[in-house]
Every structure is written in C-alpha cells, then in structure tokens.
C-alpha cells in the first residue's frame, strides 16, 4: 500500500490546473477528496506522474441555492451538502443520499465533484444526479461546456469528460413544492458501496401521478436511469399494479454482476425490493 | 497517622485490588496518542524490508531476476531462498512441527507467499523495487477444496515426498498432514447405532482472520560490536520469539534481546514466527543496520496467520427424552500449505475434544485429518483458546439439531443434559476434567433475564404474522451455553516446540512501599497493567496505583510463553499471586520482628499485619518495606522481592449462557441483532468494568465472524476478500447493544480462583449469533446452513425455503 512517486500540484484557479492537464495529458489526474483515487495510487493500480489537488480552488466551492436551480461547486463535500439548510429544504433527496454515504470522516472530505466525475458505478451520486436531471458543467482549455447526467456515463470508469478538462459545478433543477422523494440503499456495512440503491423522484397532480424519475445505482457498469420504470408510474394512482410494474421495468434494464455481495439472481432481487421501498416512500411523500 | 482514622472499608477501597472497577492505566497515553508501537521505533540508519509476493496459489518459480531491483539508488539487498539457504534459513520450523518456507523454495503454495525480500534505506524505494524484481512462474494445478486434496493426485508438499510419517502420527496421503483422534470409537458408534434417536450434520467453521488493528511487524537490530541483536516486533510471546529465534539462527540466547512494545490486538495473530521477522534479522545481521518490516492490510489478510476452516461432520445420539447418550466427530481441518498451528505440541488440533460442551456425554469419539491446500497457512487461536471456538460451534450447533430432530425446546433439551454441579470436577468423555462450574444456576438466570417463554410467545406471533403476509420479517432466537478450556497449561501436557507452558511474575517491593512487577505475558490491549497490579494490590496491601507493570522486554521479565488462549489470568496471574504471597510471608515474618512478637501472633490484614487479638498494634505494609531494606533483622536477608513460576495443576473452565434476539428481512437477508444477554462465569472477577469491555470485544467480533467475516478464495486460490472492503469488520453502526452478566463460580485450583475472559465472548457469541439465524427459519424445516450468515446466504436460505414466493 505505497503508491510509486509523483508530482503533487496545487493550483488556485481553474485555468492553471486546465493547463497542467494539458501539458501532461493522460500523465496526470485530477483529485478531489481522493477516496478512490488515493488507494488506487496506494494499490498501484492508478499510476501517474502528476496528481493536480484540486482542493485551493475557490471557484469549485460553494452551494447556491435558486428558486428553479441549485448549483454545487465540485469541491463541496458530502458533510456540506447534508448541513446546508437551503439546499435540504429545496431538494432533500440531497441529504437523504448524502447521509447514507460511508461514515462522517470519509463525508468530511469526499465531494460531489470527485464522486460523480469519476464514473465508479459503486458511487451514490451519479444515480442520484441523474435521477434530479442534473447538468455537469466541464471546464476545458477552450471554455465551458455542460453535459447532462443522464448522457455523461458511457461504462464504468468512462464517461463524457475529455481528458484534460475539469468537472467544476453541477446546476440541479430544483423539484416542485410537493415532490415526493426517496433513496433507498441497501449495503453489507458502513463504507461499503451498495448492494442496490435507487433513486426516486414523484409529483402528484390530484390522484394522479404527474411525473416520476427513478435510477439505480451498482446495479450495472454505469448508473441506470429507468426512464422506462418511471413512465410506468405517471399516469396512474400508485396503485399496487403501477408500482409493481415500474420495479418490473427497472429490473428490465439493470445489468448486475456477480461479486462478494452476491450473485445476479440475489442483486436482481433485492433491486427490486429495494426500488419497491424507495417508491412507496416517496409516494408517501409526495403532495 | 491518617490510616488509624481510616475504616477497613476505606482502607479497602484505597487498594483498588480486587474487585475494583479501577480504569486502565493504560488508557492514558493511548486516548493522546502517546502509545509506543513498533512501527513507531525510528533508528538511525535504519532500513526498510518490502516482499515481492506470489500472485499465484500453486506455481514453480522459475527465475527471480534482481537486477532491475538492485539498480535503483536505495536498495541494498534483494533477498531469496538462494540466498538464505547457505544460513540454513530458507525454512523455518513451525509451531505445530512442520516447516515452512522463509522465502519460495522453487514453487509457491499460496498467494500472497513471500518470493523475495527488498532491503532499501526508504519505505518508498522498498516497494518500488519490490514491484521491478521480475519473478518468472510456471503455474500449477490449485488444490483449495480439502476433500480433494486427499483424493488429488497433485502434490503440494514436495518436499515431503515419501515421508509416510508426520510430526503427529501417520500420513495417509501425500497431502495429508495428521490424524488426532480422542475418545473410544467403537464405542461411541455401537451407541450411535444402539440409539433412539440421531441426528447428524456437516457443520462447517468458515476460514476468517483475526485481523488486529494492527498489522504484524519488527525491527531487527544486530550490533556487530557487542554482538548483540535486539529484536522489537509484535510478539504475542516474545520468550518463546528469543528461543526460537536462538534456535533456528544459532544466535546464543544470551545476545539477544526480544521486545514487545504496545501491541494494537493480537487475537491470536501475533502468536507465530513469521518469514518477515526471519528476513529482517537476516538483513540486519548482513547489513549490520537496523531493518524494519511492518506488512500491510492485505498483506496480514492474506499471508498471515488465518483461523478456524474446519469442516465438522457430527453424530449425537439421544433417548426419545432427549437424554445424549454419545457424540462422534470427525473433522476435515485446511491447514493451508504449511502446517502452522500456534497448538500446543501434543494437541495437533487444540483443544477441539472439549467438543462435548456443557453437557454430560457419557461416551464420544473425535477425529481430526489436517490437509494441505494452497491457501495460506495458521490456524492460529482467534480469539480463543486452541480451536475452542470450533468445538463450542460444533456442539451448539448439534444441540440444536438434536432439538429439532426430538421436536423438543432447544433450552430444556440442554437443561436436561447439562453437567450438574455435584458432577465436579467432572471427567469428560474425550479426556478433560472440568475444574468448577453450576450450569444450572447459569442458565436459569439467564433465561429468567430475558424472559424467554415470552420471546418465544412473541416469536410465535410473529411467524403467525408472516404466514398470514402482514410482515416481511422472522424472529429468531439464538441460545448457547458455551464451556471453554483456557489457561495452557500443565507442562505435563502442554509446551509448543518444548517450551513449557507455565508463566512467571517477578515483584519487586521499594523501599518506601510502592512496586515492580514483570510477568511473562504481554498486554495486546487487554489491560494487564491495571488487572496484574489489582491482584498485587489485594495479595500484599500496597495500592495499584503505586505498582508499575512492566512486561514485554526479554532482558528484564522472567521468562514465560506469552498471552494468547486466555492463559495470562490463570497462569500468569497465579504466578502474580504466588509471588505476593511469596512476599507477604516474609512481611509477616518483619512485622513479627517489628512488634516484637511470634511469627504465629501477627495476621495480614488489608495493607498491614497486626498482632491477633490487639489490631491496635499493627505495622503497615509501607512501614515493613522500608524495614526490609534499612533494618538489620536478625536471620532475615535485606530487600523485598519475590518471583514465582507457576506450571498450573489444570486448565481453567469458564463458561457462559448467551442469548440472542434478531430479525430478518426474508427479502434483502439482512438481520438486526435486537437484544443480546451475555452471562459469563470467569471465576473470580478482578476488574469488572475490564471484563465488561472484553465482552462487548469478543462479542463484536463473534458478531463479525457469524455474520460476515471470511477469507473466502476462488478456484484458482485467489483471496476474494483481501481488503476492509470485504472482509467484514464491524463499526459503532453494526454494533449492536449488549447486555452483560455474570455468575462467580471461582476455579477450585488457582489461587484466586479466576478462570480468565477475554474469549469467552467469541467462543459462546459465535454460535449464538448463527444459532439465531437458524432458529428464524427453524419452522420452515432449516437445519443447517453455513457462516458466515452475510444478506446474501440469508437470502439464498430464505429463497430455498420458497419464503419469496
């Protein structure tokens, strides 16, 4: 557990760490709160020669809280997003997510930023961005570009993100007044990545479900955004059959594979409970 | 003088001996981290040794190219067997007589085995030149099923061949290590076969790790000038490490000088010698520097010493009123690929024959075959003493099955056969006398405390409920009543490579009543410090605050073999005892000279002698101290020291009533402890409050191995669970709540009649966890399925049951 040697860079703006990446090109990373990426240096499964700390740049800091959008900087961590008070009141989903991350120590440094640009399946947020429909905002040499959630993961560990440029904010539409929300995850232990969770997002117009997201995350090599489980759900009353159905479209699309949790048939399963569990709450949620 | 004003109680309490809650002593620097480790000792000069591992379970290692290695700025030396070799260290002997490789010897038998050894003067260039040294392989067929490794035509041992004869008896096969078999055979099957009821089972004991905090490690440090090498490192037996360590390099035992610093837990990890220690003394004596090896996580779970992987098929034999009448074990034990039991020698499978429990068997029989595999090699104690928790496993699980078998109350079926209190000493079928014990009176407490008919009565509602789908959970409840054997032991039987296995205390009294005291053991965490200095405290009358507690450095404590098996309270603290009294006997004879009057006439009284029938006349134990050394007694030598070697007449038997309540979601397999009862009987009970946090220790840990924790390999011997990331180890989130209790039922044979605790808690929380799992499916016709009990083996039990539909 001795990671080889590198060079450590510390820049102070976004620019100077855009031109570092491109002066080293795939030789150097970019690291937020290094959860994964520090034990992969440590495992020497991650070998570079330049490691650029994202964490002195003031501009990736921040939550700002809108009326129709909540903007997160990269670097804020988990421990920020669960204590800020606007953003739990505009889209607790945040915090009902962010606290079912590891344990208090790991939230003090992990960052939105770090967990959904590094395209790890096992990651909560991803699933959860693309659940809330957020847009990912890429710093490049030549400006700024924004990617959706929903197309940014393209397998694990790669996603729409070039090379040398820098996720740096994440713009969230704020759900309605009355969105009825849940995340629900199921894991062997504390620190340890899901065995299912998923994601899910109700509005109810009168009896009727108006609108509906749903995603699950470790389920597959990248998160799955059920748009089909979802549409199962809008239109009806959140009756037995609709629900039934949406957990039958989510285990549709979700590919699992079989590791120390368990096999496919077991993860398959309790997806679907789990998926099942996060509708009703957010059913009962839902005004 | 304040004392004359003080009552017998006050003075008492100013003690804090016996009995005391008192807080650990040691607490004080590890809460500010102030704590001394050996990855804290710094030298100057001093080197740093990394391995170069096998990713293979089974190859033969063609070449070892260095030369990449050695041309990097830093390294000194790359080390392999070849270079070993010509110091006849390329082997070592083990603790259970076999012997294993320092470094691969022409093929590997596990991964993560040890190929070669970098020396460098950087932690960082060591392992960067461990990555460079180029090691060509030629793969091999992988055995890692034990039942095929007796049956396989593939050979592990090689070097082996022919030798039909083991360290322990006959080998049948050439992957084959021994058979150990107690009891009487033949009668045990002509009463199985006689029965009116049997039940039988394969009840399997995981492959798990003990895992401490802290991983194993050393500084070796050989002073060419004097000669002398000072070995620190994480001994759990740092006498036994200097004898050894003599023995295999030829060192006189004279030069060198073994020290345990703070050990961050041991757990039975730390008991054996291991290639990076071999290694590292090797390099310190050629390069004449220090050299510091300390391994990594993965590297502890992978390469050192693991526990238990012990595959016990099991016959109990009963009348239809539920009375046994005979038990039969034959266990399959994966020893990995080099026999390296931490055993005593004559016990090649430990303690496993106290496998008949608490209850009166009349007649049993137990074989155990050890095998070779190529996984990694121990089978070291976790928690327990030799293989205990496996024999307790074992039981409680037979137990169970024998109920469900008679369709009787698993708590009335062992009521009724447990070994009644008029029984002791009591001389078990396969060769144990139990010292003491009232199982009866235990288990009553126990099942008064947590109201047991009415948790059935609950339960019964429950699976009322989940049969007419109004919840998705089961109820389970766990019972155990578990009889350990600890405290090794008796010399008569007990050493590990000729090594006796007494244990010693040398007290030392100062002038002005204060003291020192140096036992043979060494604190892994366990608090020695404060619990050895409470028995001086009540043996002698001088306050444990003004006793320091040293163990751990060889050139200073009297020799003795170590903590581990819960031995250091009844033996090393019988030695502490001894030695008191030792001590006390001369005080009395000093107070007698003092108040002018007969040895006979004056009696110990708390912190003083005091003539019998005028306790106004007395002299304080602080007032004999310094007459001791600055008073010329006639026929009395000055000072006031004592040391006593204690080989205990027999082992101690502490037992325990456990209960566990937990409920599963049938749909996501997983279970949530809801109440948990442990009443422990240690004997005499030296710091409460010390006890208790033994307890709720071992408990977490019996937690983790029920529910979780393994070292599982696939079908090429690779380790699926080398990291924190799988291998289970529970946080204050999976803790449950415990509830702790006791009986004293004291050990008729130590002299303050304590038995020892610090693995009670694993050997008798380890079945009752599983045992709850069980009893959750019981009404669905489960008997028997394996640990550890993670959400998916719940699931997959619950799904073979048809409970989802």
């Given at each position: 557990?001795?990671?080889?040697?590198?060079?450590?860079?510390?820049?102070?703006?976004?620019?100077?760490?855009?031109?570092?990446?491109?002066?080293?090109?795939?030789?150097?990373?970019?690291?937020?709160?290094?959860?994964?990426?520090?034990?992969?240096?440590?495992?020497?499964?991650?070998?570079?020669?330049?490691?650029?700390?994202?964490?002195?740049?003031?501009?990736?800091?921040?939550?700002?809280?809108?009326?129709?959008?909540?903007?997160?900087?990269?670097?804020?961590?988990?421990?920020?997003?669960?204590?800020?008070?606007?953003?739990?009141?505009?889209?607790?989903?945040?915090?009902?997510?962010?606290?079912?991350?590891?344990?208090?120590?790991?939230?003090?440094?992990?960052?939105?930023?770090?967990?959904?640009?590094?395209?790890?399946?096992?990651?909560?947020?991803?699933?959860?961005?693309?659940?809330?429909?957020?847009?990912?905002?890429?710093?490049?040499a030549d400006g700024s570009r924004t990617v959706a959630a929903r197309d940014f993961y393209e397998a694990a560990y790669f996603t729409a993100r070039d090379d040398e440029e820098i996720l740096?904010?994440?713009?969230?539409?704020?759900?309605?007044?009355?969105?009825?929300?849940?995340?629900?995850?199921?894991?062997?232990?504390?620190?340890?990545?899901?065995?299912?969770?998923?994601?899910?997002?109700?509005?109810?117009?009168?009896?009727?479900?108006?609108?509906?997201?749903?995603?699950?995350?470790?389920?597959?090599?990248?998160?799955?955004?059920?748009?089909?489980?979802?549409?199962?759900?809008?239109?009806?009353?959140?009756?037995?059959?609709?629900?039934?159905?949406?957990?039958?479209?989510?285990?549709?699309?979700?590919?699992?594979?079989?590791?120390?949790?368990?096999?496919?048939?077991?993860?398959?399963?309790?997806?679907?409970?789990?998926?099942?569990?996060?509708?009703?709450?957010?059913?009962?949620?839902?005004? | 003088?304040?004392?004359?004003?003080?009552?017998?109680?006050?003075?008492?309490?100013?003690?804090?001996?016996?009995?005391?809650?008192?807080?650990?002593?040691?607490?004080?620097?590890?809460?500010?981290?102030?704590?001394?480790?050996?990855?804290?000792?710094?030298?100057?000069?001093?080197?740093?040794?990394?391995?170069?591992?096998?990713?293979?379970?089974?190859?033969?290692?063609?070449?070892?190219?260095?030369?990449?290695?050695?041309?990097?700025?830093?390294?000194?030396?790359?080390?392999?067997?070849?270079?070993?070799?010509?110091?006849?260290?390329?082997?070592?002997?083990?603790?259970?007589?076999?012997?294993?490789?320092?470094?691969?010897?022409?093929?590997?038998?596990?991964?993560?085995?040890?190929?070669?050894?970098?020396?460098?003067?950087?932690?960082?260039?060591?392992?960067?030149?461990?990555?460079?040294?180029?090691?060509?392989?030629?793969?091999?067929?992988?055995?890692?099923?034990?039942?095929?490794?007796?049956?396989?035509?593939?050979?592990?041992?090689?070097?082996?061949?022919?030798?039909?004869?083991?360290?322990?008896?006959?080998?049948?096969?050439?992957?084959?290590?021994?058979?150990?078999?107690?009891?009487?055979?033949?009668?045990?099957?002509?009463?199985?076969?006689?029965?009116?009821?049997?039940?039988?089972?394969?009840?399997?004991?995981?492959?798990?790790?003990?895992?401490?905090?802290?991983?194993?490690?050393?500084?070796?440090?050989?002073?060419?000038?004097?000669?002398?090498?000072?070995?620190?490192?994480?001994?759990?037996?740092?006498?036994?490490?200097?004898?050894?360590?003599?023995?295999?390099?030829?060192?006189?035992?004279?030069?060198?000088?073994?020290?345990?610093?703070?050990?961050?837990?041991?757990?039975?990890?730390?008991?054996?010698?291991?290639?990076?220690?071999?290694?590292?003394?090797?390099?310190?004596?050629?390069?004449?520097?220090?050299?510091?090896?300390?391994?990594?996580?993965?590297?502890?779970?992978?390469?050192t010493a693991f526990a238990r992987d012990y595959w016990m098929q099991g016959k109990i034999a009963a009348t239809s009123e539920g009375k046994i009448t005979g038990l039969w074990c034959h266990?399959?034990?994966?020893?990995?690929?080099?026999?390296?039991?931490?055993?005593?020698?004559?016990?090649?499978?430990?303690?496993?024959?106290?496998?008949?429990?608490?209850?009166?068997?009349?007649?049993?029989?137990?074989?155990?075959?050890?095998?070779?595999?190529?996984?990694?090699?121990?089978?070291?104690?976790?928690?327990?003493?030799?293989?205990?928790?496996?024999?307790?496993?074992?039981?409680?699980?037979?137990?169970?099955?024998?109920?469900?078998?008679?369709?009787?109350?698993?708590?009335?079926?062992?009521?009724?056969?447990?070994?009644?209190?008029?029984?002791?000493?009591?001389?078990?079928?396969?060769?144990?006398?139990?010292?003491?014990?009232?199982?009866?009176?235990?288990?009553?407490?126990?099942?008064?405390?947590?109201?047991?008919?009415?948790?059935?009565?609950?339960?019964?509602?429950?699976?009322?409920?989940?049969?007419?789908?109004?919840?998705?959970?089961?109820?389970?409840?766990?019972?155990?009543?578990?009889?350990?054997?600890?405290?090794?032991?008796?010399?008569?039987?007990?050493?590990?490579?000729?090594?006796?296995?007494?244990?010693?205390?040398?007290?030392?009294?100062?002038?002005?009543?204060?003291?020192?005291?140096?036992?043979?053991?060494?604190?892994?965490?366990?608090?020695?410090?404060?619990?050895?200095?409470?028995?001086?405290?009540?043996?002698?009358?001088?306050?444990?605050?003004?006793?320091?507690?040293?163990?751990?450095?060889?050139?200073?404590?009297?020799?003795?073999?170590?903590?581990?098996?819960?031995?250091?309270?009844?033996?090393?603290?019988?030695?502490?005892?001894?030695?008191?009294?030792?001590?006390?006997?001369?005080?009395?004879?000093?107070?007698?000279?003092?108040?002018?009057?007969?040895?006979?006439?004056?009696?110990?009284?708390?912190?003083?002698?005091?003539?019998?029938?005028?306790?106004?006349?007395?002299?304080?134990?602080?007032?004999?101290?310094?007459?001791?050394?600055?008073?010329?007694?006639?026929?009395?030598?000055?000072?006031?020291?004592?040391?006593?070697?204690?080989?205990?007449?027999?082992?101690?038997?502490?037992?325990?009533?456990?209960?566990?309540?937990?409920?599963?979601?049938?749909?996501?397999?997983?279970?949530?402890?809801?109440?948990?009862?442990?009443?422990?009987?240690?004997?005499?009970?030296?710091?409460?409050?010390?006890?208790?946090?033994?307890?709720?220790?071992?408990?977490?840990?019996?937690?983790?191995?029920?529910?979780?924790?393994?070292?599982?390999?696939?079908?090429?011997?690779?380790?699926?669970?080398?990291?924190?990331?799988?291998?289970?180890?529970?946080?204050?989130?999976?803790?449950?709540?415990?509830?702790?209790?006791?009986?004293?039922?004291?050990?008729?044979?130590?002299?303050?009649?304590?038995?020892?605790?610090?693995?009670?808690?694993?050997?008798?929380?380890?079945?009752?966890?599983?045992?709850?799992?069980?009893?959750?499916?019981?009404?669905?016709?489960?008997?028997?399925?394996?640990?550890?009990?993670?959400?998916?083996?719940?699931?997959?039990?619950?799904?073979?049951?048809?409970?989802?539909?």
């Amino acid at each position: 557990m001795i990671p080889a040697g590198f060079e450590y860079h510390r820049p102070a703006d976004v620019a100077s760490a855009i031109s570092i990446l491109k002066q080293h090109g795939d030789e150097a990373r970019v690291v937020a709160g290094g959860h994964s990426l520090i034990p992969m240096m440590k495992l020497r499964m991650a070998d570079l020669a330049h490691l650029v700390d994202l964490q002195d740049i003031g501009e990736m800091k921040g939550i700002q809280v809108g009326a129709d959008t909540a903007v997160l900087g990269a670097m804020v961590t988990q421990h920020e997003m669960i204590t800020h008070e606007g953003l739990a009141a505009a889209i607790p989903l945040i915090r009902e997510a962010a606290l079912q991350i590891a344990d208090p120590q790991v939230r003090y440094v992990g960052t939105v930023g770090g967990n959904v640009a590094n395209g790890d399946p096992g990651n909560d947020m991803p699933g959860l961005m693309q659940c809330l429909d957020a847009q990912f905002e890429l710093a490049g040499a030549d400006g700024s570009r924004t990617v959706a959630a929903r197309d940014f993961y393209e397998a694990a560990y790669f996603t729409a993100r070039d090379d040398e440029e820098i996720l740096t904010r994440i713009h969230i539409p704020v759900p309605s007044a009355g969105t009825g929300y849940a995340y629900e995850k199921q894991k062997r232990k504390i620190g340890d990545y899901a065995t299912a969770a998923s994601a899910v997002l109700i509005t109810m117009d009168g009896g009727t479900c108006a609108s509906a997201s749903i995603a699950m995350t470790n389920l597959a090599d990248t998160p799955i955004w059920a748009e089909a489980a979802a549409a199962a759900l809008v239109g009806t009353s959140l009756d037995e059959a609709a629900r039934a159905a949406a957990v039958a479209a989510a285990i549709d699309v979700i590919d699992p594979v079989s590791d120390n949790r368990g096999p496919v048939d077991f993860k398959k399963h309790v997806a679907g409970v789990i998926l099942r569990r996060a509708i009703d709450r957010a059913a009962s949620r839902a005004s | 003088m304040k004392d004359e004003v003080q009552t017998p109680a006050e003075r008492t309490a100013n003690l804090k001996g016996m009995g005391t809650s008192r807080k650990r002593v040691e607490d004080v620097r590890f809460t500010q981290g102030r704590g001394n480790y050996v990855d804290d000792i710094k030298m100057d000069g001093m080197l740093y040794g990394d391995f170069v591992r096998s990713p293979y379970a089974h190859a033969r290692v063609v070449s070892v190219n260095k030369e990449a290695a050695l041309a990097i700025p830093g390294v000194v030396a790359v080390l392999t067997a070849e270079d070993l070799e010509p110091l006849g260290l390329h082997w070592m002997p083990t603790l259970a007589g076999d012997k294993q490789m320092v470094l691969a010897d022409g093929k590997v038998l596990f991964q993560g085995q040890e190929v070669a050894y970098v020396v460098a003067d950087d932690r960082y260039v060591a392992a960067d030149a461990a990555e460079l040294v180029e090691v060509e392989y030629e793969e091999l067929p992988v055995v890692v099923d034990p039942f095929e490794a007796l049956k396989t035509d593939v050979v592990l041992r090689e070097d082996l061949a022919g030798q039909t004869e083991g360290a322990h008896g006959p080998r049948k096969h050439h992957n084959h290590i021994f058979t150990w078999e107690a009891g009487e055979k033949d009668a045990t099957e002509a009463v199985i076969a006689g029965a009116d009821v049997v039940a039988e089972e394969m009840v399997y004991y995981h492959r798990t790790h003990p895992c401490p905090l802290e991983t194993c490690g050393c500084v070796a440090s050989m002073d060419k000038v004097t000669g002398k090498l000072t070995l620190y490192g994480t001994f759990q037996a740092p006498h036994a490490i200097r004898t050894v360590v003599s023995l295999i390099s030829g060192i006189a035992e004279h030069n060198i000088r073994v020290i345990s610093p703070d050990i961050g837990g041991g757990f039975g990890n730390k008991v054996g010698a291991y290639p990076g220690y071999v290694c590292s003394v090797v390099a310190s004596i050629v390069t004449g520097k220090p050299v510091k090896w300390i391994e990594d996580r993965m590297e502890n779970l992978m390469s050192t010493a693991f526990a238990r992987d012990y595959w016990m098929q099991g016959k109990i034999a009963a009348t239809s009123e539920g009375k046994i009448t005979g038990l039969w074990c034959h266990t399959t034990a994966d020893h990995g690929g080099f026999d390296a039991c931490a055993d005593p020698t004559k016990f090649p499978a430990g303690f496993m024959n106290i496998c008949t429990g608490s209850y009166d068997i009349p007649t049993a029989y137990l074989a155990v075959d050890g095998v070779y595999t190529n996984k990694a090699p121990g089978g070291v104690a976790y928690r327990c003493s030799f293989r205990v928790t496996e024999a307790a496993y074992f039981i409680e699980r037979m137990i169970e099955v024998l109920a469900i078998k008679l369709n009787m109350d698993a708590a009335e079926l062992r009521r009724i056969n447990f070994i009644r209190k008029d029984q002791f000493p009591y001389q078990s079928a396969l060769g144990w006398e139990y010292d003491s014990g009232d199982y009866h009176t235990a288990w009553d407490k126990a099942m008064n405390a947590v109201g047991y008919d009415d948790l059935r009565a609950e339960q019964a509602q429950q699976l009322e409920d989940f049969n007419a789908g109004k919840t998705r959970k089961l109820m389970g409840i766990g019972l155990t009543h578990f009889t350990e054997i600890v405290g090794a032991g008796p010399v008569k039987n007990c050493d590990i490579l000729g090594l006796g296995m007494f244990d010693s205390c040398e007290i030392r009294i100062h002038p002005t009543g204060s003291a020192l005291a140096r036992l043979g053991t060494i604190s892994q965490g366990q608090g020695h410090a404060t619990t050895f200095a409470q028995i001086i405290a009540s043996e002698i009358g001088i306050p444990a605050d003004d006793i320091t507690l040293e163990e751990g450095d060889t050139d200073t404590a009297p020799y003795g073999l170590g903590t581990y098996g819960s031995r250091s309270t009844p033996v090393a603290g019988a030695a502490t005892a001894m030695a008191g009294r030792k001590i006390r006997a001369k005080a009395q004879m000093i107070a007698a000279y003092l108040l002018e009057v007969h040895d006979d006439d004056v009696e110990f009284d708390i912190d003083r002698f005091v003539v019998k029938g005028a306790p106004e006349r007395f002299k304080t134990m602080k007032e004999i101290a310094f007459a001791a050394y600055n008073q010329a007694i006639p026929g009395i030598e000055p000072g006031l020291e004592a040391v006593s070697y204690y080989d205990p007449p027999n082992m101690t038997y502490p037992f325990g009533a456990y209960v566990c309540v937990l409920d599963i979601d049938v749909d996501t397999g997983e279970a949530e402890v809801r109440q948990f009862y442990a009443l422990d009987d240690c004997g005499t009970r030296i710091n409460p409050m010390i006890i208790e946090g033994q307890v709720h220790g071992g408990l977490t840990e019996a937690l983790a191995i029920a529910m979780g924790q393994e070292i599982a390999y696939d079908e090429m011997g690779n380790v699926k669970t080398g990291t924190l990331m799988d291998f289970f180890w529970p946080t204050a989130w999976e803790t449950p709540n415990y509830q702790t209790d006791h009986t004293t039922t004291p050990s008729p044979h130590h002299p303050i009649g304590a038995k020892g605790v610090g693995e009670s808690p694993n050997v008798g929380g380890v079945p009752c966890f599983s045992n709850a799992v069980h009893d959750a499916f019981k009404s669905f016709g489960l008997t028997q399925t394996h640990m550890p009990h993670d959400h998916w083996r719940i699931w997959k039990t619950a799904n073979g049951l048809g409970l989802h539909g």
